[in-house]
């Protein structure tokens, strides 16, 4: 982790560090300094049950109020036991949040629900999913989502739907170029 903050972080970025167990718990406010992220990550250890939802809710509200682009890469190794968010109500709140989330699944078990509920976060906000057996993958993980992140555009339109529901509205983006892939959120609320 310290050396994906290392890889992205430049001065003109900031990055927050949030850390779970049974709950989740802000060890980096938002900095650029590398050093102030190392300590958020001083001392981490695996221990307790685990709070996925709740915790993905929490960094995400924790985005609030932050303008530009927005990314959040989650790390995780488990099934969610203490969350009091429900996975419906967390994949609606990713959905409205407007932050690409990145998920790295380690060493999941192949008939593990996780995963798939992994795949949707990233779909459905933008961002990607990986898994890896083993955390020595993880270098290259960080350098794929450090580039992606450094190559987005913000495109924007105005849409011709003048209904006035409040009902998700789908995004599709096409790209005539071949061998060139678009990643976007799978929609909006108006």
Do not use: C
């Amino acid at each position: 982790a310290l050396s994906f903050f290392e890889q992205a972080v430049t001065p003109k970025d900031r990055a927050a560090l949030v850390t779970f167990h049974d709950h989740p718990n802000l060890t980096s406010k938002y900095s650029n300094s590398i050093a102030k992220l190392a300590g958020g990550l001083a001392g981490l250890k695996a221990e307790r049950g685990t709070a996925l939802y709740d915790s993905l809710v929490f960094a995400l509200y924790y985005f609030n109020g932050n303008k530009g682009p927005r990314a959040l890469v989650l790390l995780y190794d488990g099934q969610d036991e203490h969350s009091n968010f429900s996975w419906e109500d967390t994949l609606e709140y990713a959905r409205r949040a407007g932050v690409a989330i990145y998920t790295i699944g380690l060493n999941l078990p192949r008939k593990q629900d996780v995963r798939r509920k992994l795949e949707q976060l990233a779909q459905e906000t933008g961002g990607r999913r990986f898994l890896v057996e083993d955390a020595s993958e993880l270098p290259s993980i960080y350098e794929t989502i450090q580039k992606e992140l450094r190559s987005r555009y913000f495109l924007a339109y105005q849409s011709s739907n003048t209904t006035e529901d409040e009902e998700f509205r789908f995004i599709d983006v096409k790209i005539s170029r071949s061998g060139v892939d678009a990643k976007t959120m799978r929609g909006y609320y108006p």
